[in-house]
T-cell receptor
Framework: DAKTTQPPSMDCAEGRAANLPCNHS???????VYWYRQIHSQGPQYIIH???NNETNEMASLIITEDRKSSTLILPHATLRDTAVYYC????????????FGTGTRLLVSP | KAGVTQTPRYLIKTRGQQVTLSCSPI?????VSWYQQTPGQGLQFLFE???????NKGNFPGRFSGRQFSNSRSEMNVSTLELGDSALYLC???????????FGPGTRLTVL
C-alpha cells in the first residue's frame, strides 16, 4: 500500500502557481519524498525528490515540513501542458525499493 | 542522452498467446524495472533486474517473466495471455538500483 495521501483532484489557472500537497505521516528517517507525474497514459516523468531540505529544479520546487510528515510540490507558473496526474512517493535509497504509486492528484490547468 | 525506449508501443494479441516486450535503458543505466498499469489496480511493480540478475519480484503469477542482457537491455514475457493482462507495461531504468528511476513511454498491450 502507498504510504502517502494526496487529494484526488485539483484545479489551477494557467500562469498561476500550482501547490500540490502530500501527507506522509509515517515516513521513516531514511525515506526520501519523490514526485512523478503522468501525462495522459504516457510513462511517469520524474520531477524532483528530497529528504528534509527544500529542493528546487527547473521543473518545480519541493517544500518538506520540518517534521517531514507532509510536503508540497510547487509548479511556479502552471501551463496547460502541466495537466497530469501527480504522484507523491516515499522510498529509501539503500538497496532497491520498488516505487509504490498511490492514486495521485489529477491536476487540471485551465486557460 | 536518449531516454528509455520501449518496443513495440502498441500490441494486440488474443487469449492464450504469448508476448515479448522490449526495453532499452538510458545509456549507462544498469537497473531495469518493469511495472504494469491498469485502470483497476493502478501502477504495480513486476520485477527488477540488475547486472543480468533478477533481484526483486512483485506479486505476479509465473506467466510473467523477464530477463536482462549484458548490454542492460531487458525483455519481459507474458505467456498464456488472459484478458486481464491488457495494460500499459512500463519500463524504468536507473544507474544503480538505489537511484532515481526514469520511465519509458510504455507498451500498450490489448488482449482480445
Amino acid at each position: 500500500d502507498a504510504k502517502t495521501t494526496q487529494p484526488p483532484s485539483m484545479d489551477c489557472a494557467e500562469g498561476r502557481a500550482a501547490n500540490l500537497p502530500c501527507n506522509h505521516s509515517t515516513i521513516s528517517g531514511n525515506e526520501y519524498v519523490y514526485w512523478y507525474r503522468q501525462i495522459h497514459s504516457q510513462g511517469p516523468q520524474y520531477i524532483i525528490h528530497g529528504l528534509k531540505n527544500n529542493e528546487t529544479n527547473e521543473m518545480a520546487s519541493l517544500i518538506i515540513t520540518e517534521d517531514r510528515k507532509s510536503s508540497t510540490l510547487i509548479l511556479p507558473h502552471a501551463t496547460l501542458r502541466d495537466t497530469a496526474v501527480y504522484y507523491c512517493i516515499v522510498r529509501v535509497k539503500t538497496g532497491f525499493q520498488k516505487l509504490v504509486f498511490g492514486t495521485g492528484t489529477r491536476l487540471l490547468v485551465s486557460p | 542522452k536518449a531516454g528509455v525506449t520501449q518496443t513495440p508501443r502498441y500490441l494486440i494479441k488474443t487469449r492464450g498467446q504469448q508476448v515479448t516486450l522490449s526495453c532499452s535503458p538510458i545509456s549507462g543505466h544498469r537497473s531495469v524495472s518493469w511495472y504494469q498499469q491498469t485502470p483497476g489496480q493502478g501502477l504495480q511493480f513486476l520485477f527488477e533486474y540488475f547486472s543480468e540478475t533478477q533481484r526483486n519480484k512483485g506479486n505476479f503469477p509465473g506467466r510473467f517473466s523477464g530477463r536482462q542482457f549484458s548490454n542492460s537491455r531487458s525483455e519481459m514475457n507474458v505467456s498464456t495471455l488472459e484478458l486481464g493482462d491488457s495494460a500499459l507495461y512500463l519500463c524504468a531504468s536507473s544507474p544503480q538500483n538505489t537511484d532515481t528511476q526514469y520511465f519509458g513511454p510504455g507498451t500498450r498491450l490489448t488482449v482480445l
